[in-house]
Nanobody, 123 residues
Framework: QVHLVESGGGLVQPGGSLRLSCVAS????????MGWYRQAPGKQRELVAG???????DYTDSVRGRFTISRDNAKSTLDLQMNSLEPEDTAVYYC?????????????????WGQGTQVTVSS
């Protein structure tokens, strides 16, 4: 089995900062692309930022210049530094990983998701 666990969410005032972290564990052979998604009430889940195994990054337009995604391949961790937060950033944030696993079910490739962490930006 593979688990992704997020942490770092919370309540912050507009203009503030938060840092989200995600740790992957379990029968992982290799993690390819990773990403942070978010889902606000009544809206579809959207990709916020993605990062390749070699560190190539991409951001949705609304967060570019404010958010920074990073990863540590040796530790199987993924971070999202969020600065200049706005009320529109309020959502549940999910970590995802496109990975290869070789556990009890044999070799598999799939996308794993974390359980989500709430980010609320409000005064």
């Amino acid at each position: 089995q593979v688990h992704l666990v997020e942490s770092g969410g919370g309540l912050v005032q507009p203009g503030g900062s938060l840092r989200l972290s995600c740790v992957a564990s379990g029968s992982i052979e290799r993690i390819h692309a990773m990403g942070w998604y978010r889902q606000a009430p009544g809206k579809q889940r959207e990709l916020v930022a993605g990062i390749t195994f070699n560190g190539g990054t991409d951001y949705t337009d609304s967060v570019r210049g404010r958010f920074t995604i990073s990863r540590d391949n040796a530790k199987s961790t993924l971070d999202l530094q969020m600065n200049s937060l706005e009320p529109e950033d309020t959502a549940v944030y999910y970590c995802s990983a496109d990975l290869e696993s070789d556990g009890n079910s044999g070799y598999q490739t799939f996308v794993s998701w974390g359980q989500g962490t709430q980010v609320t930006v409000s005064s």
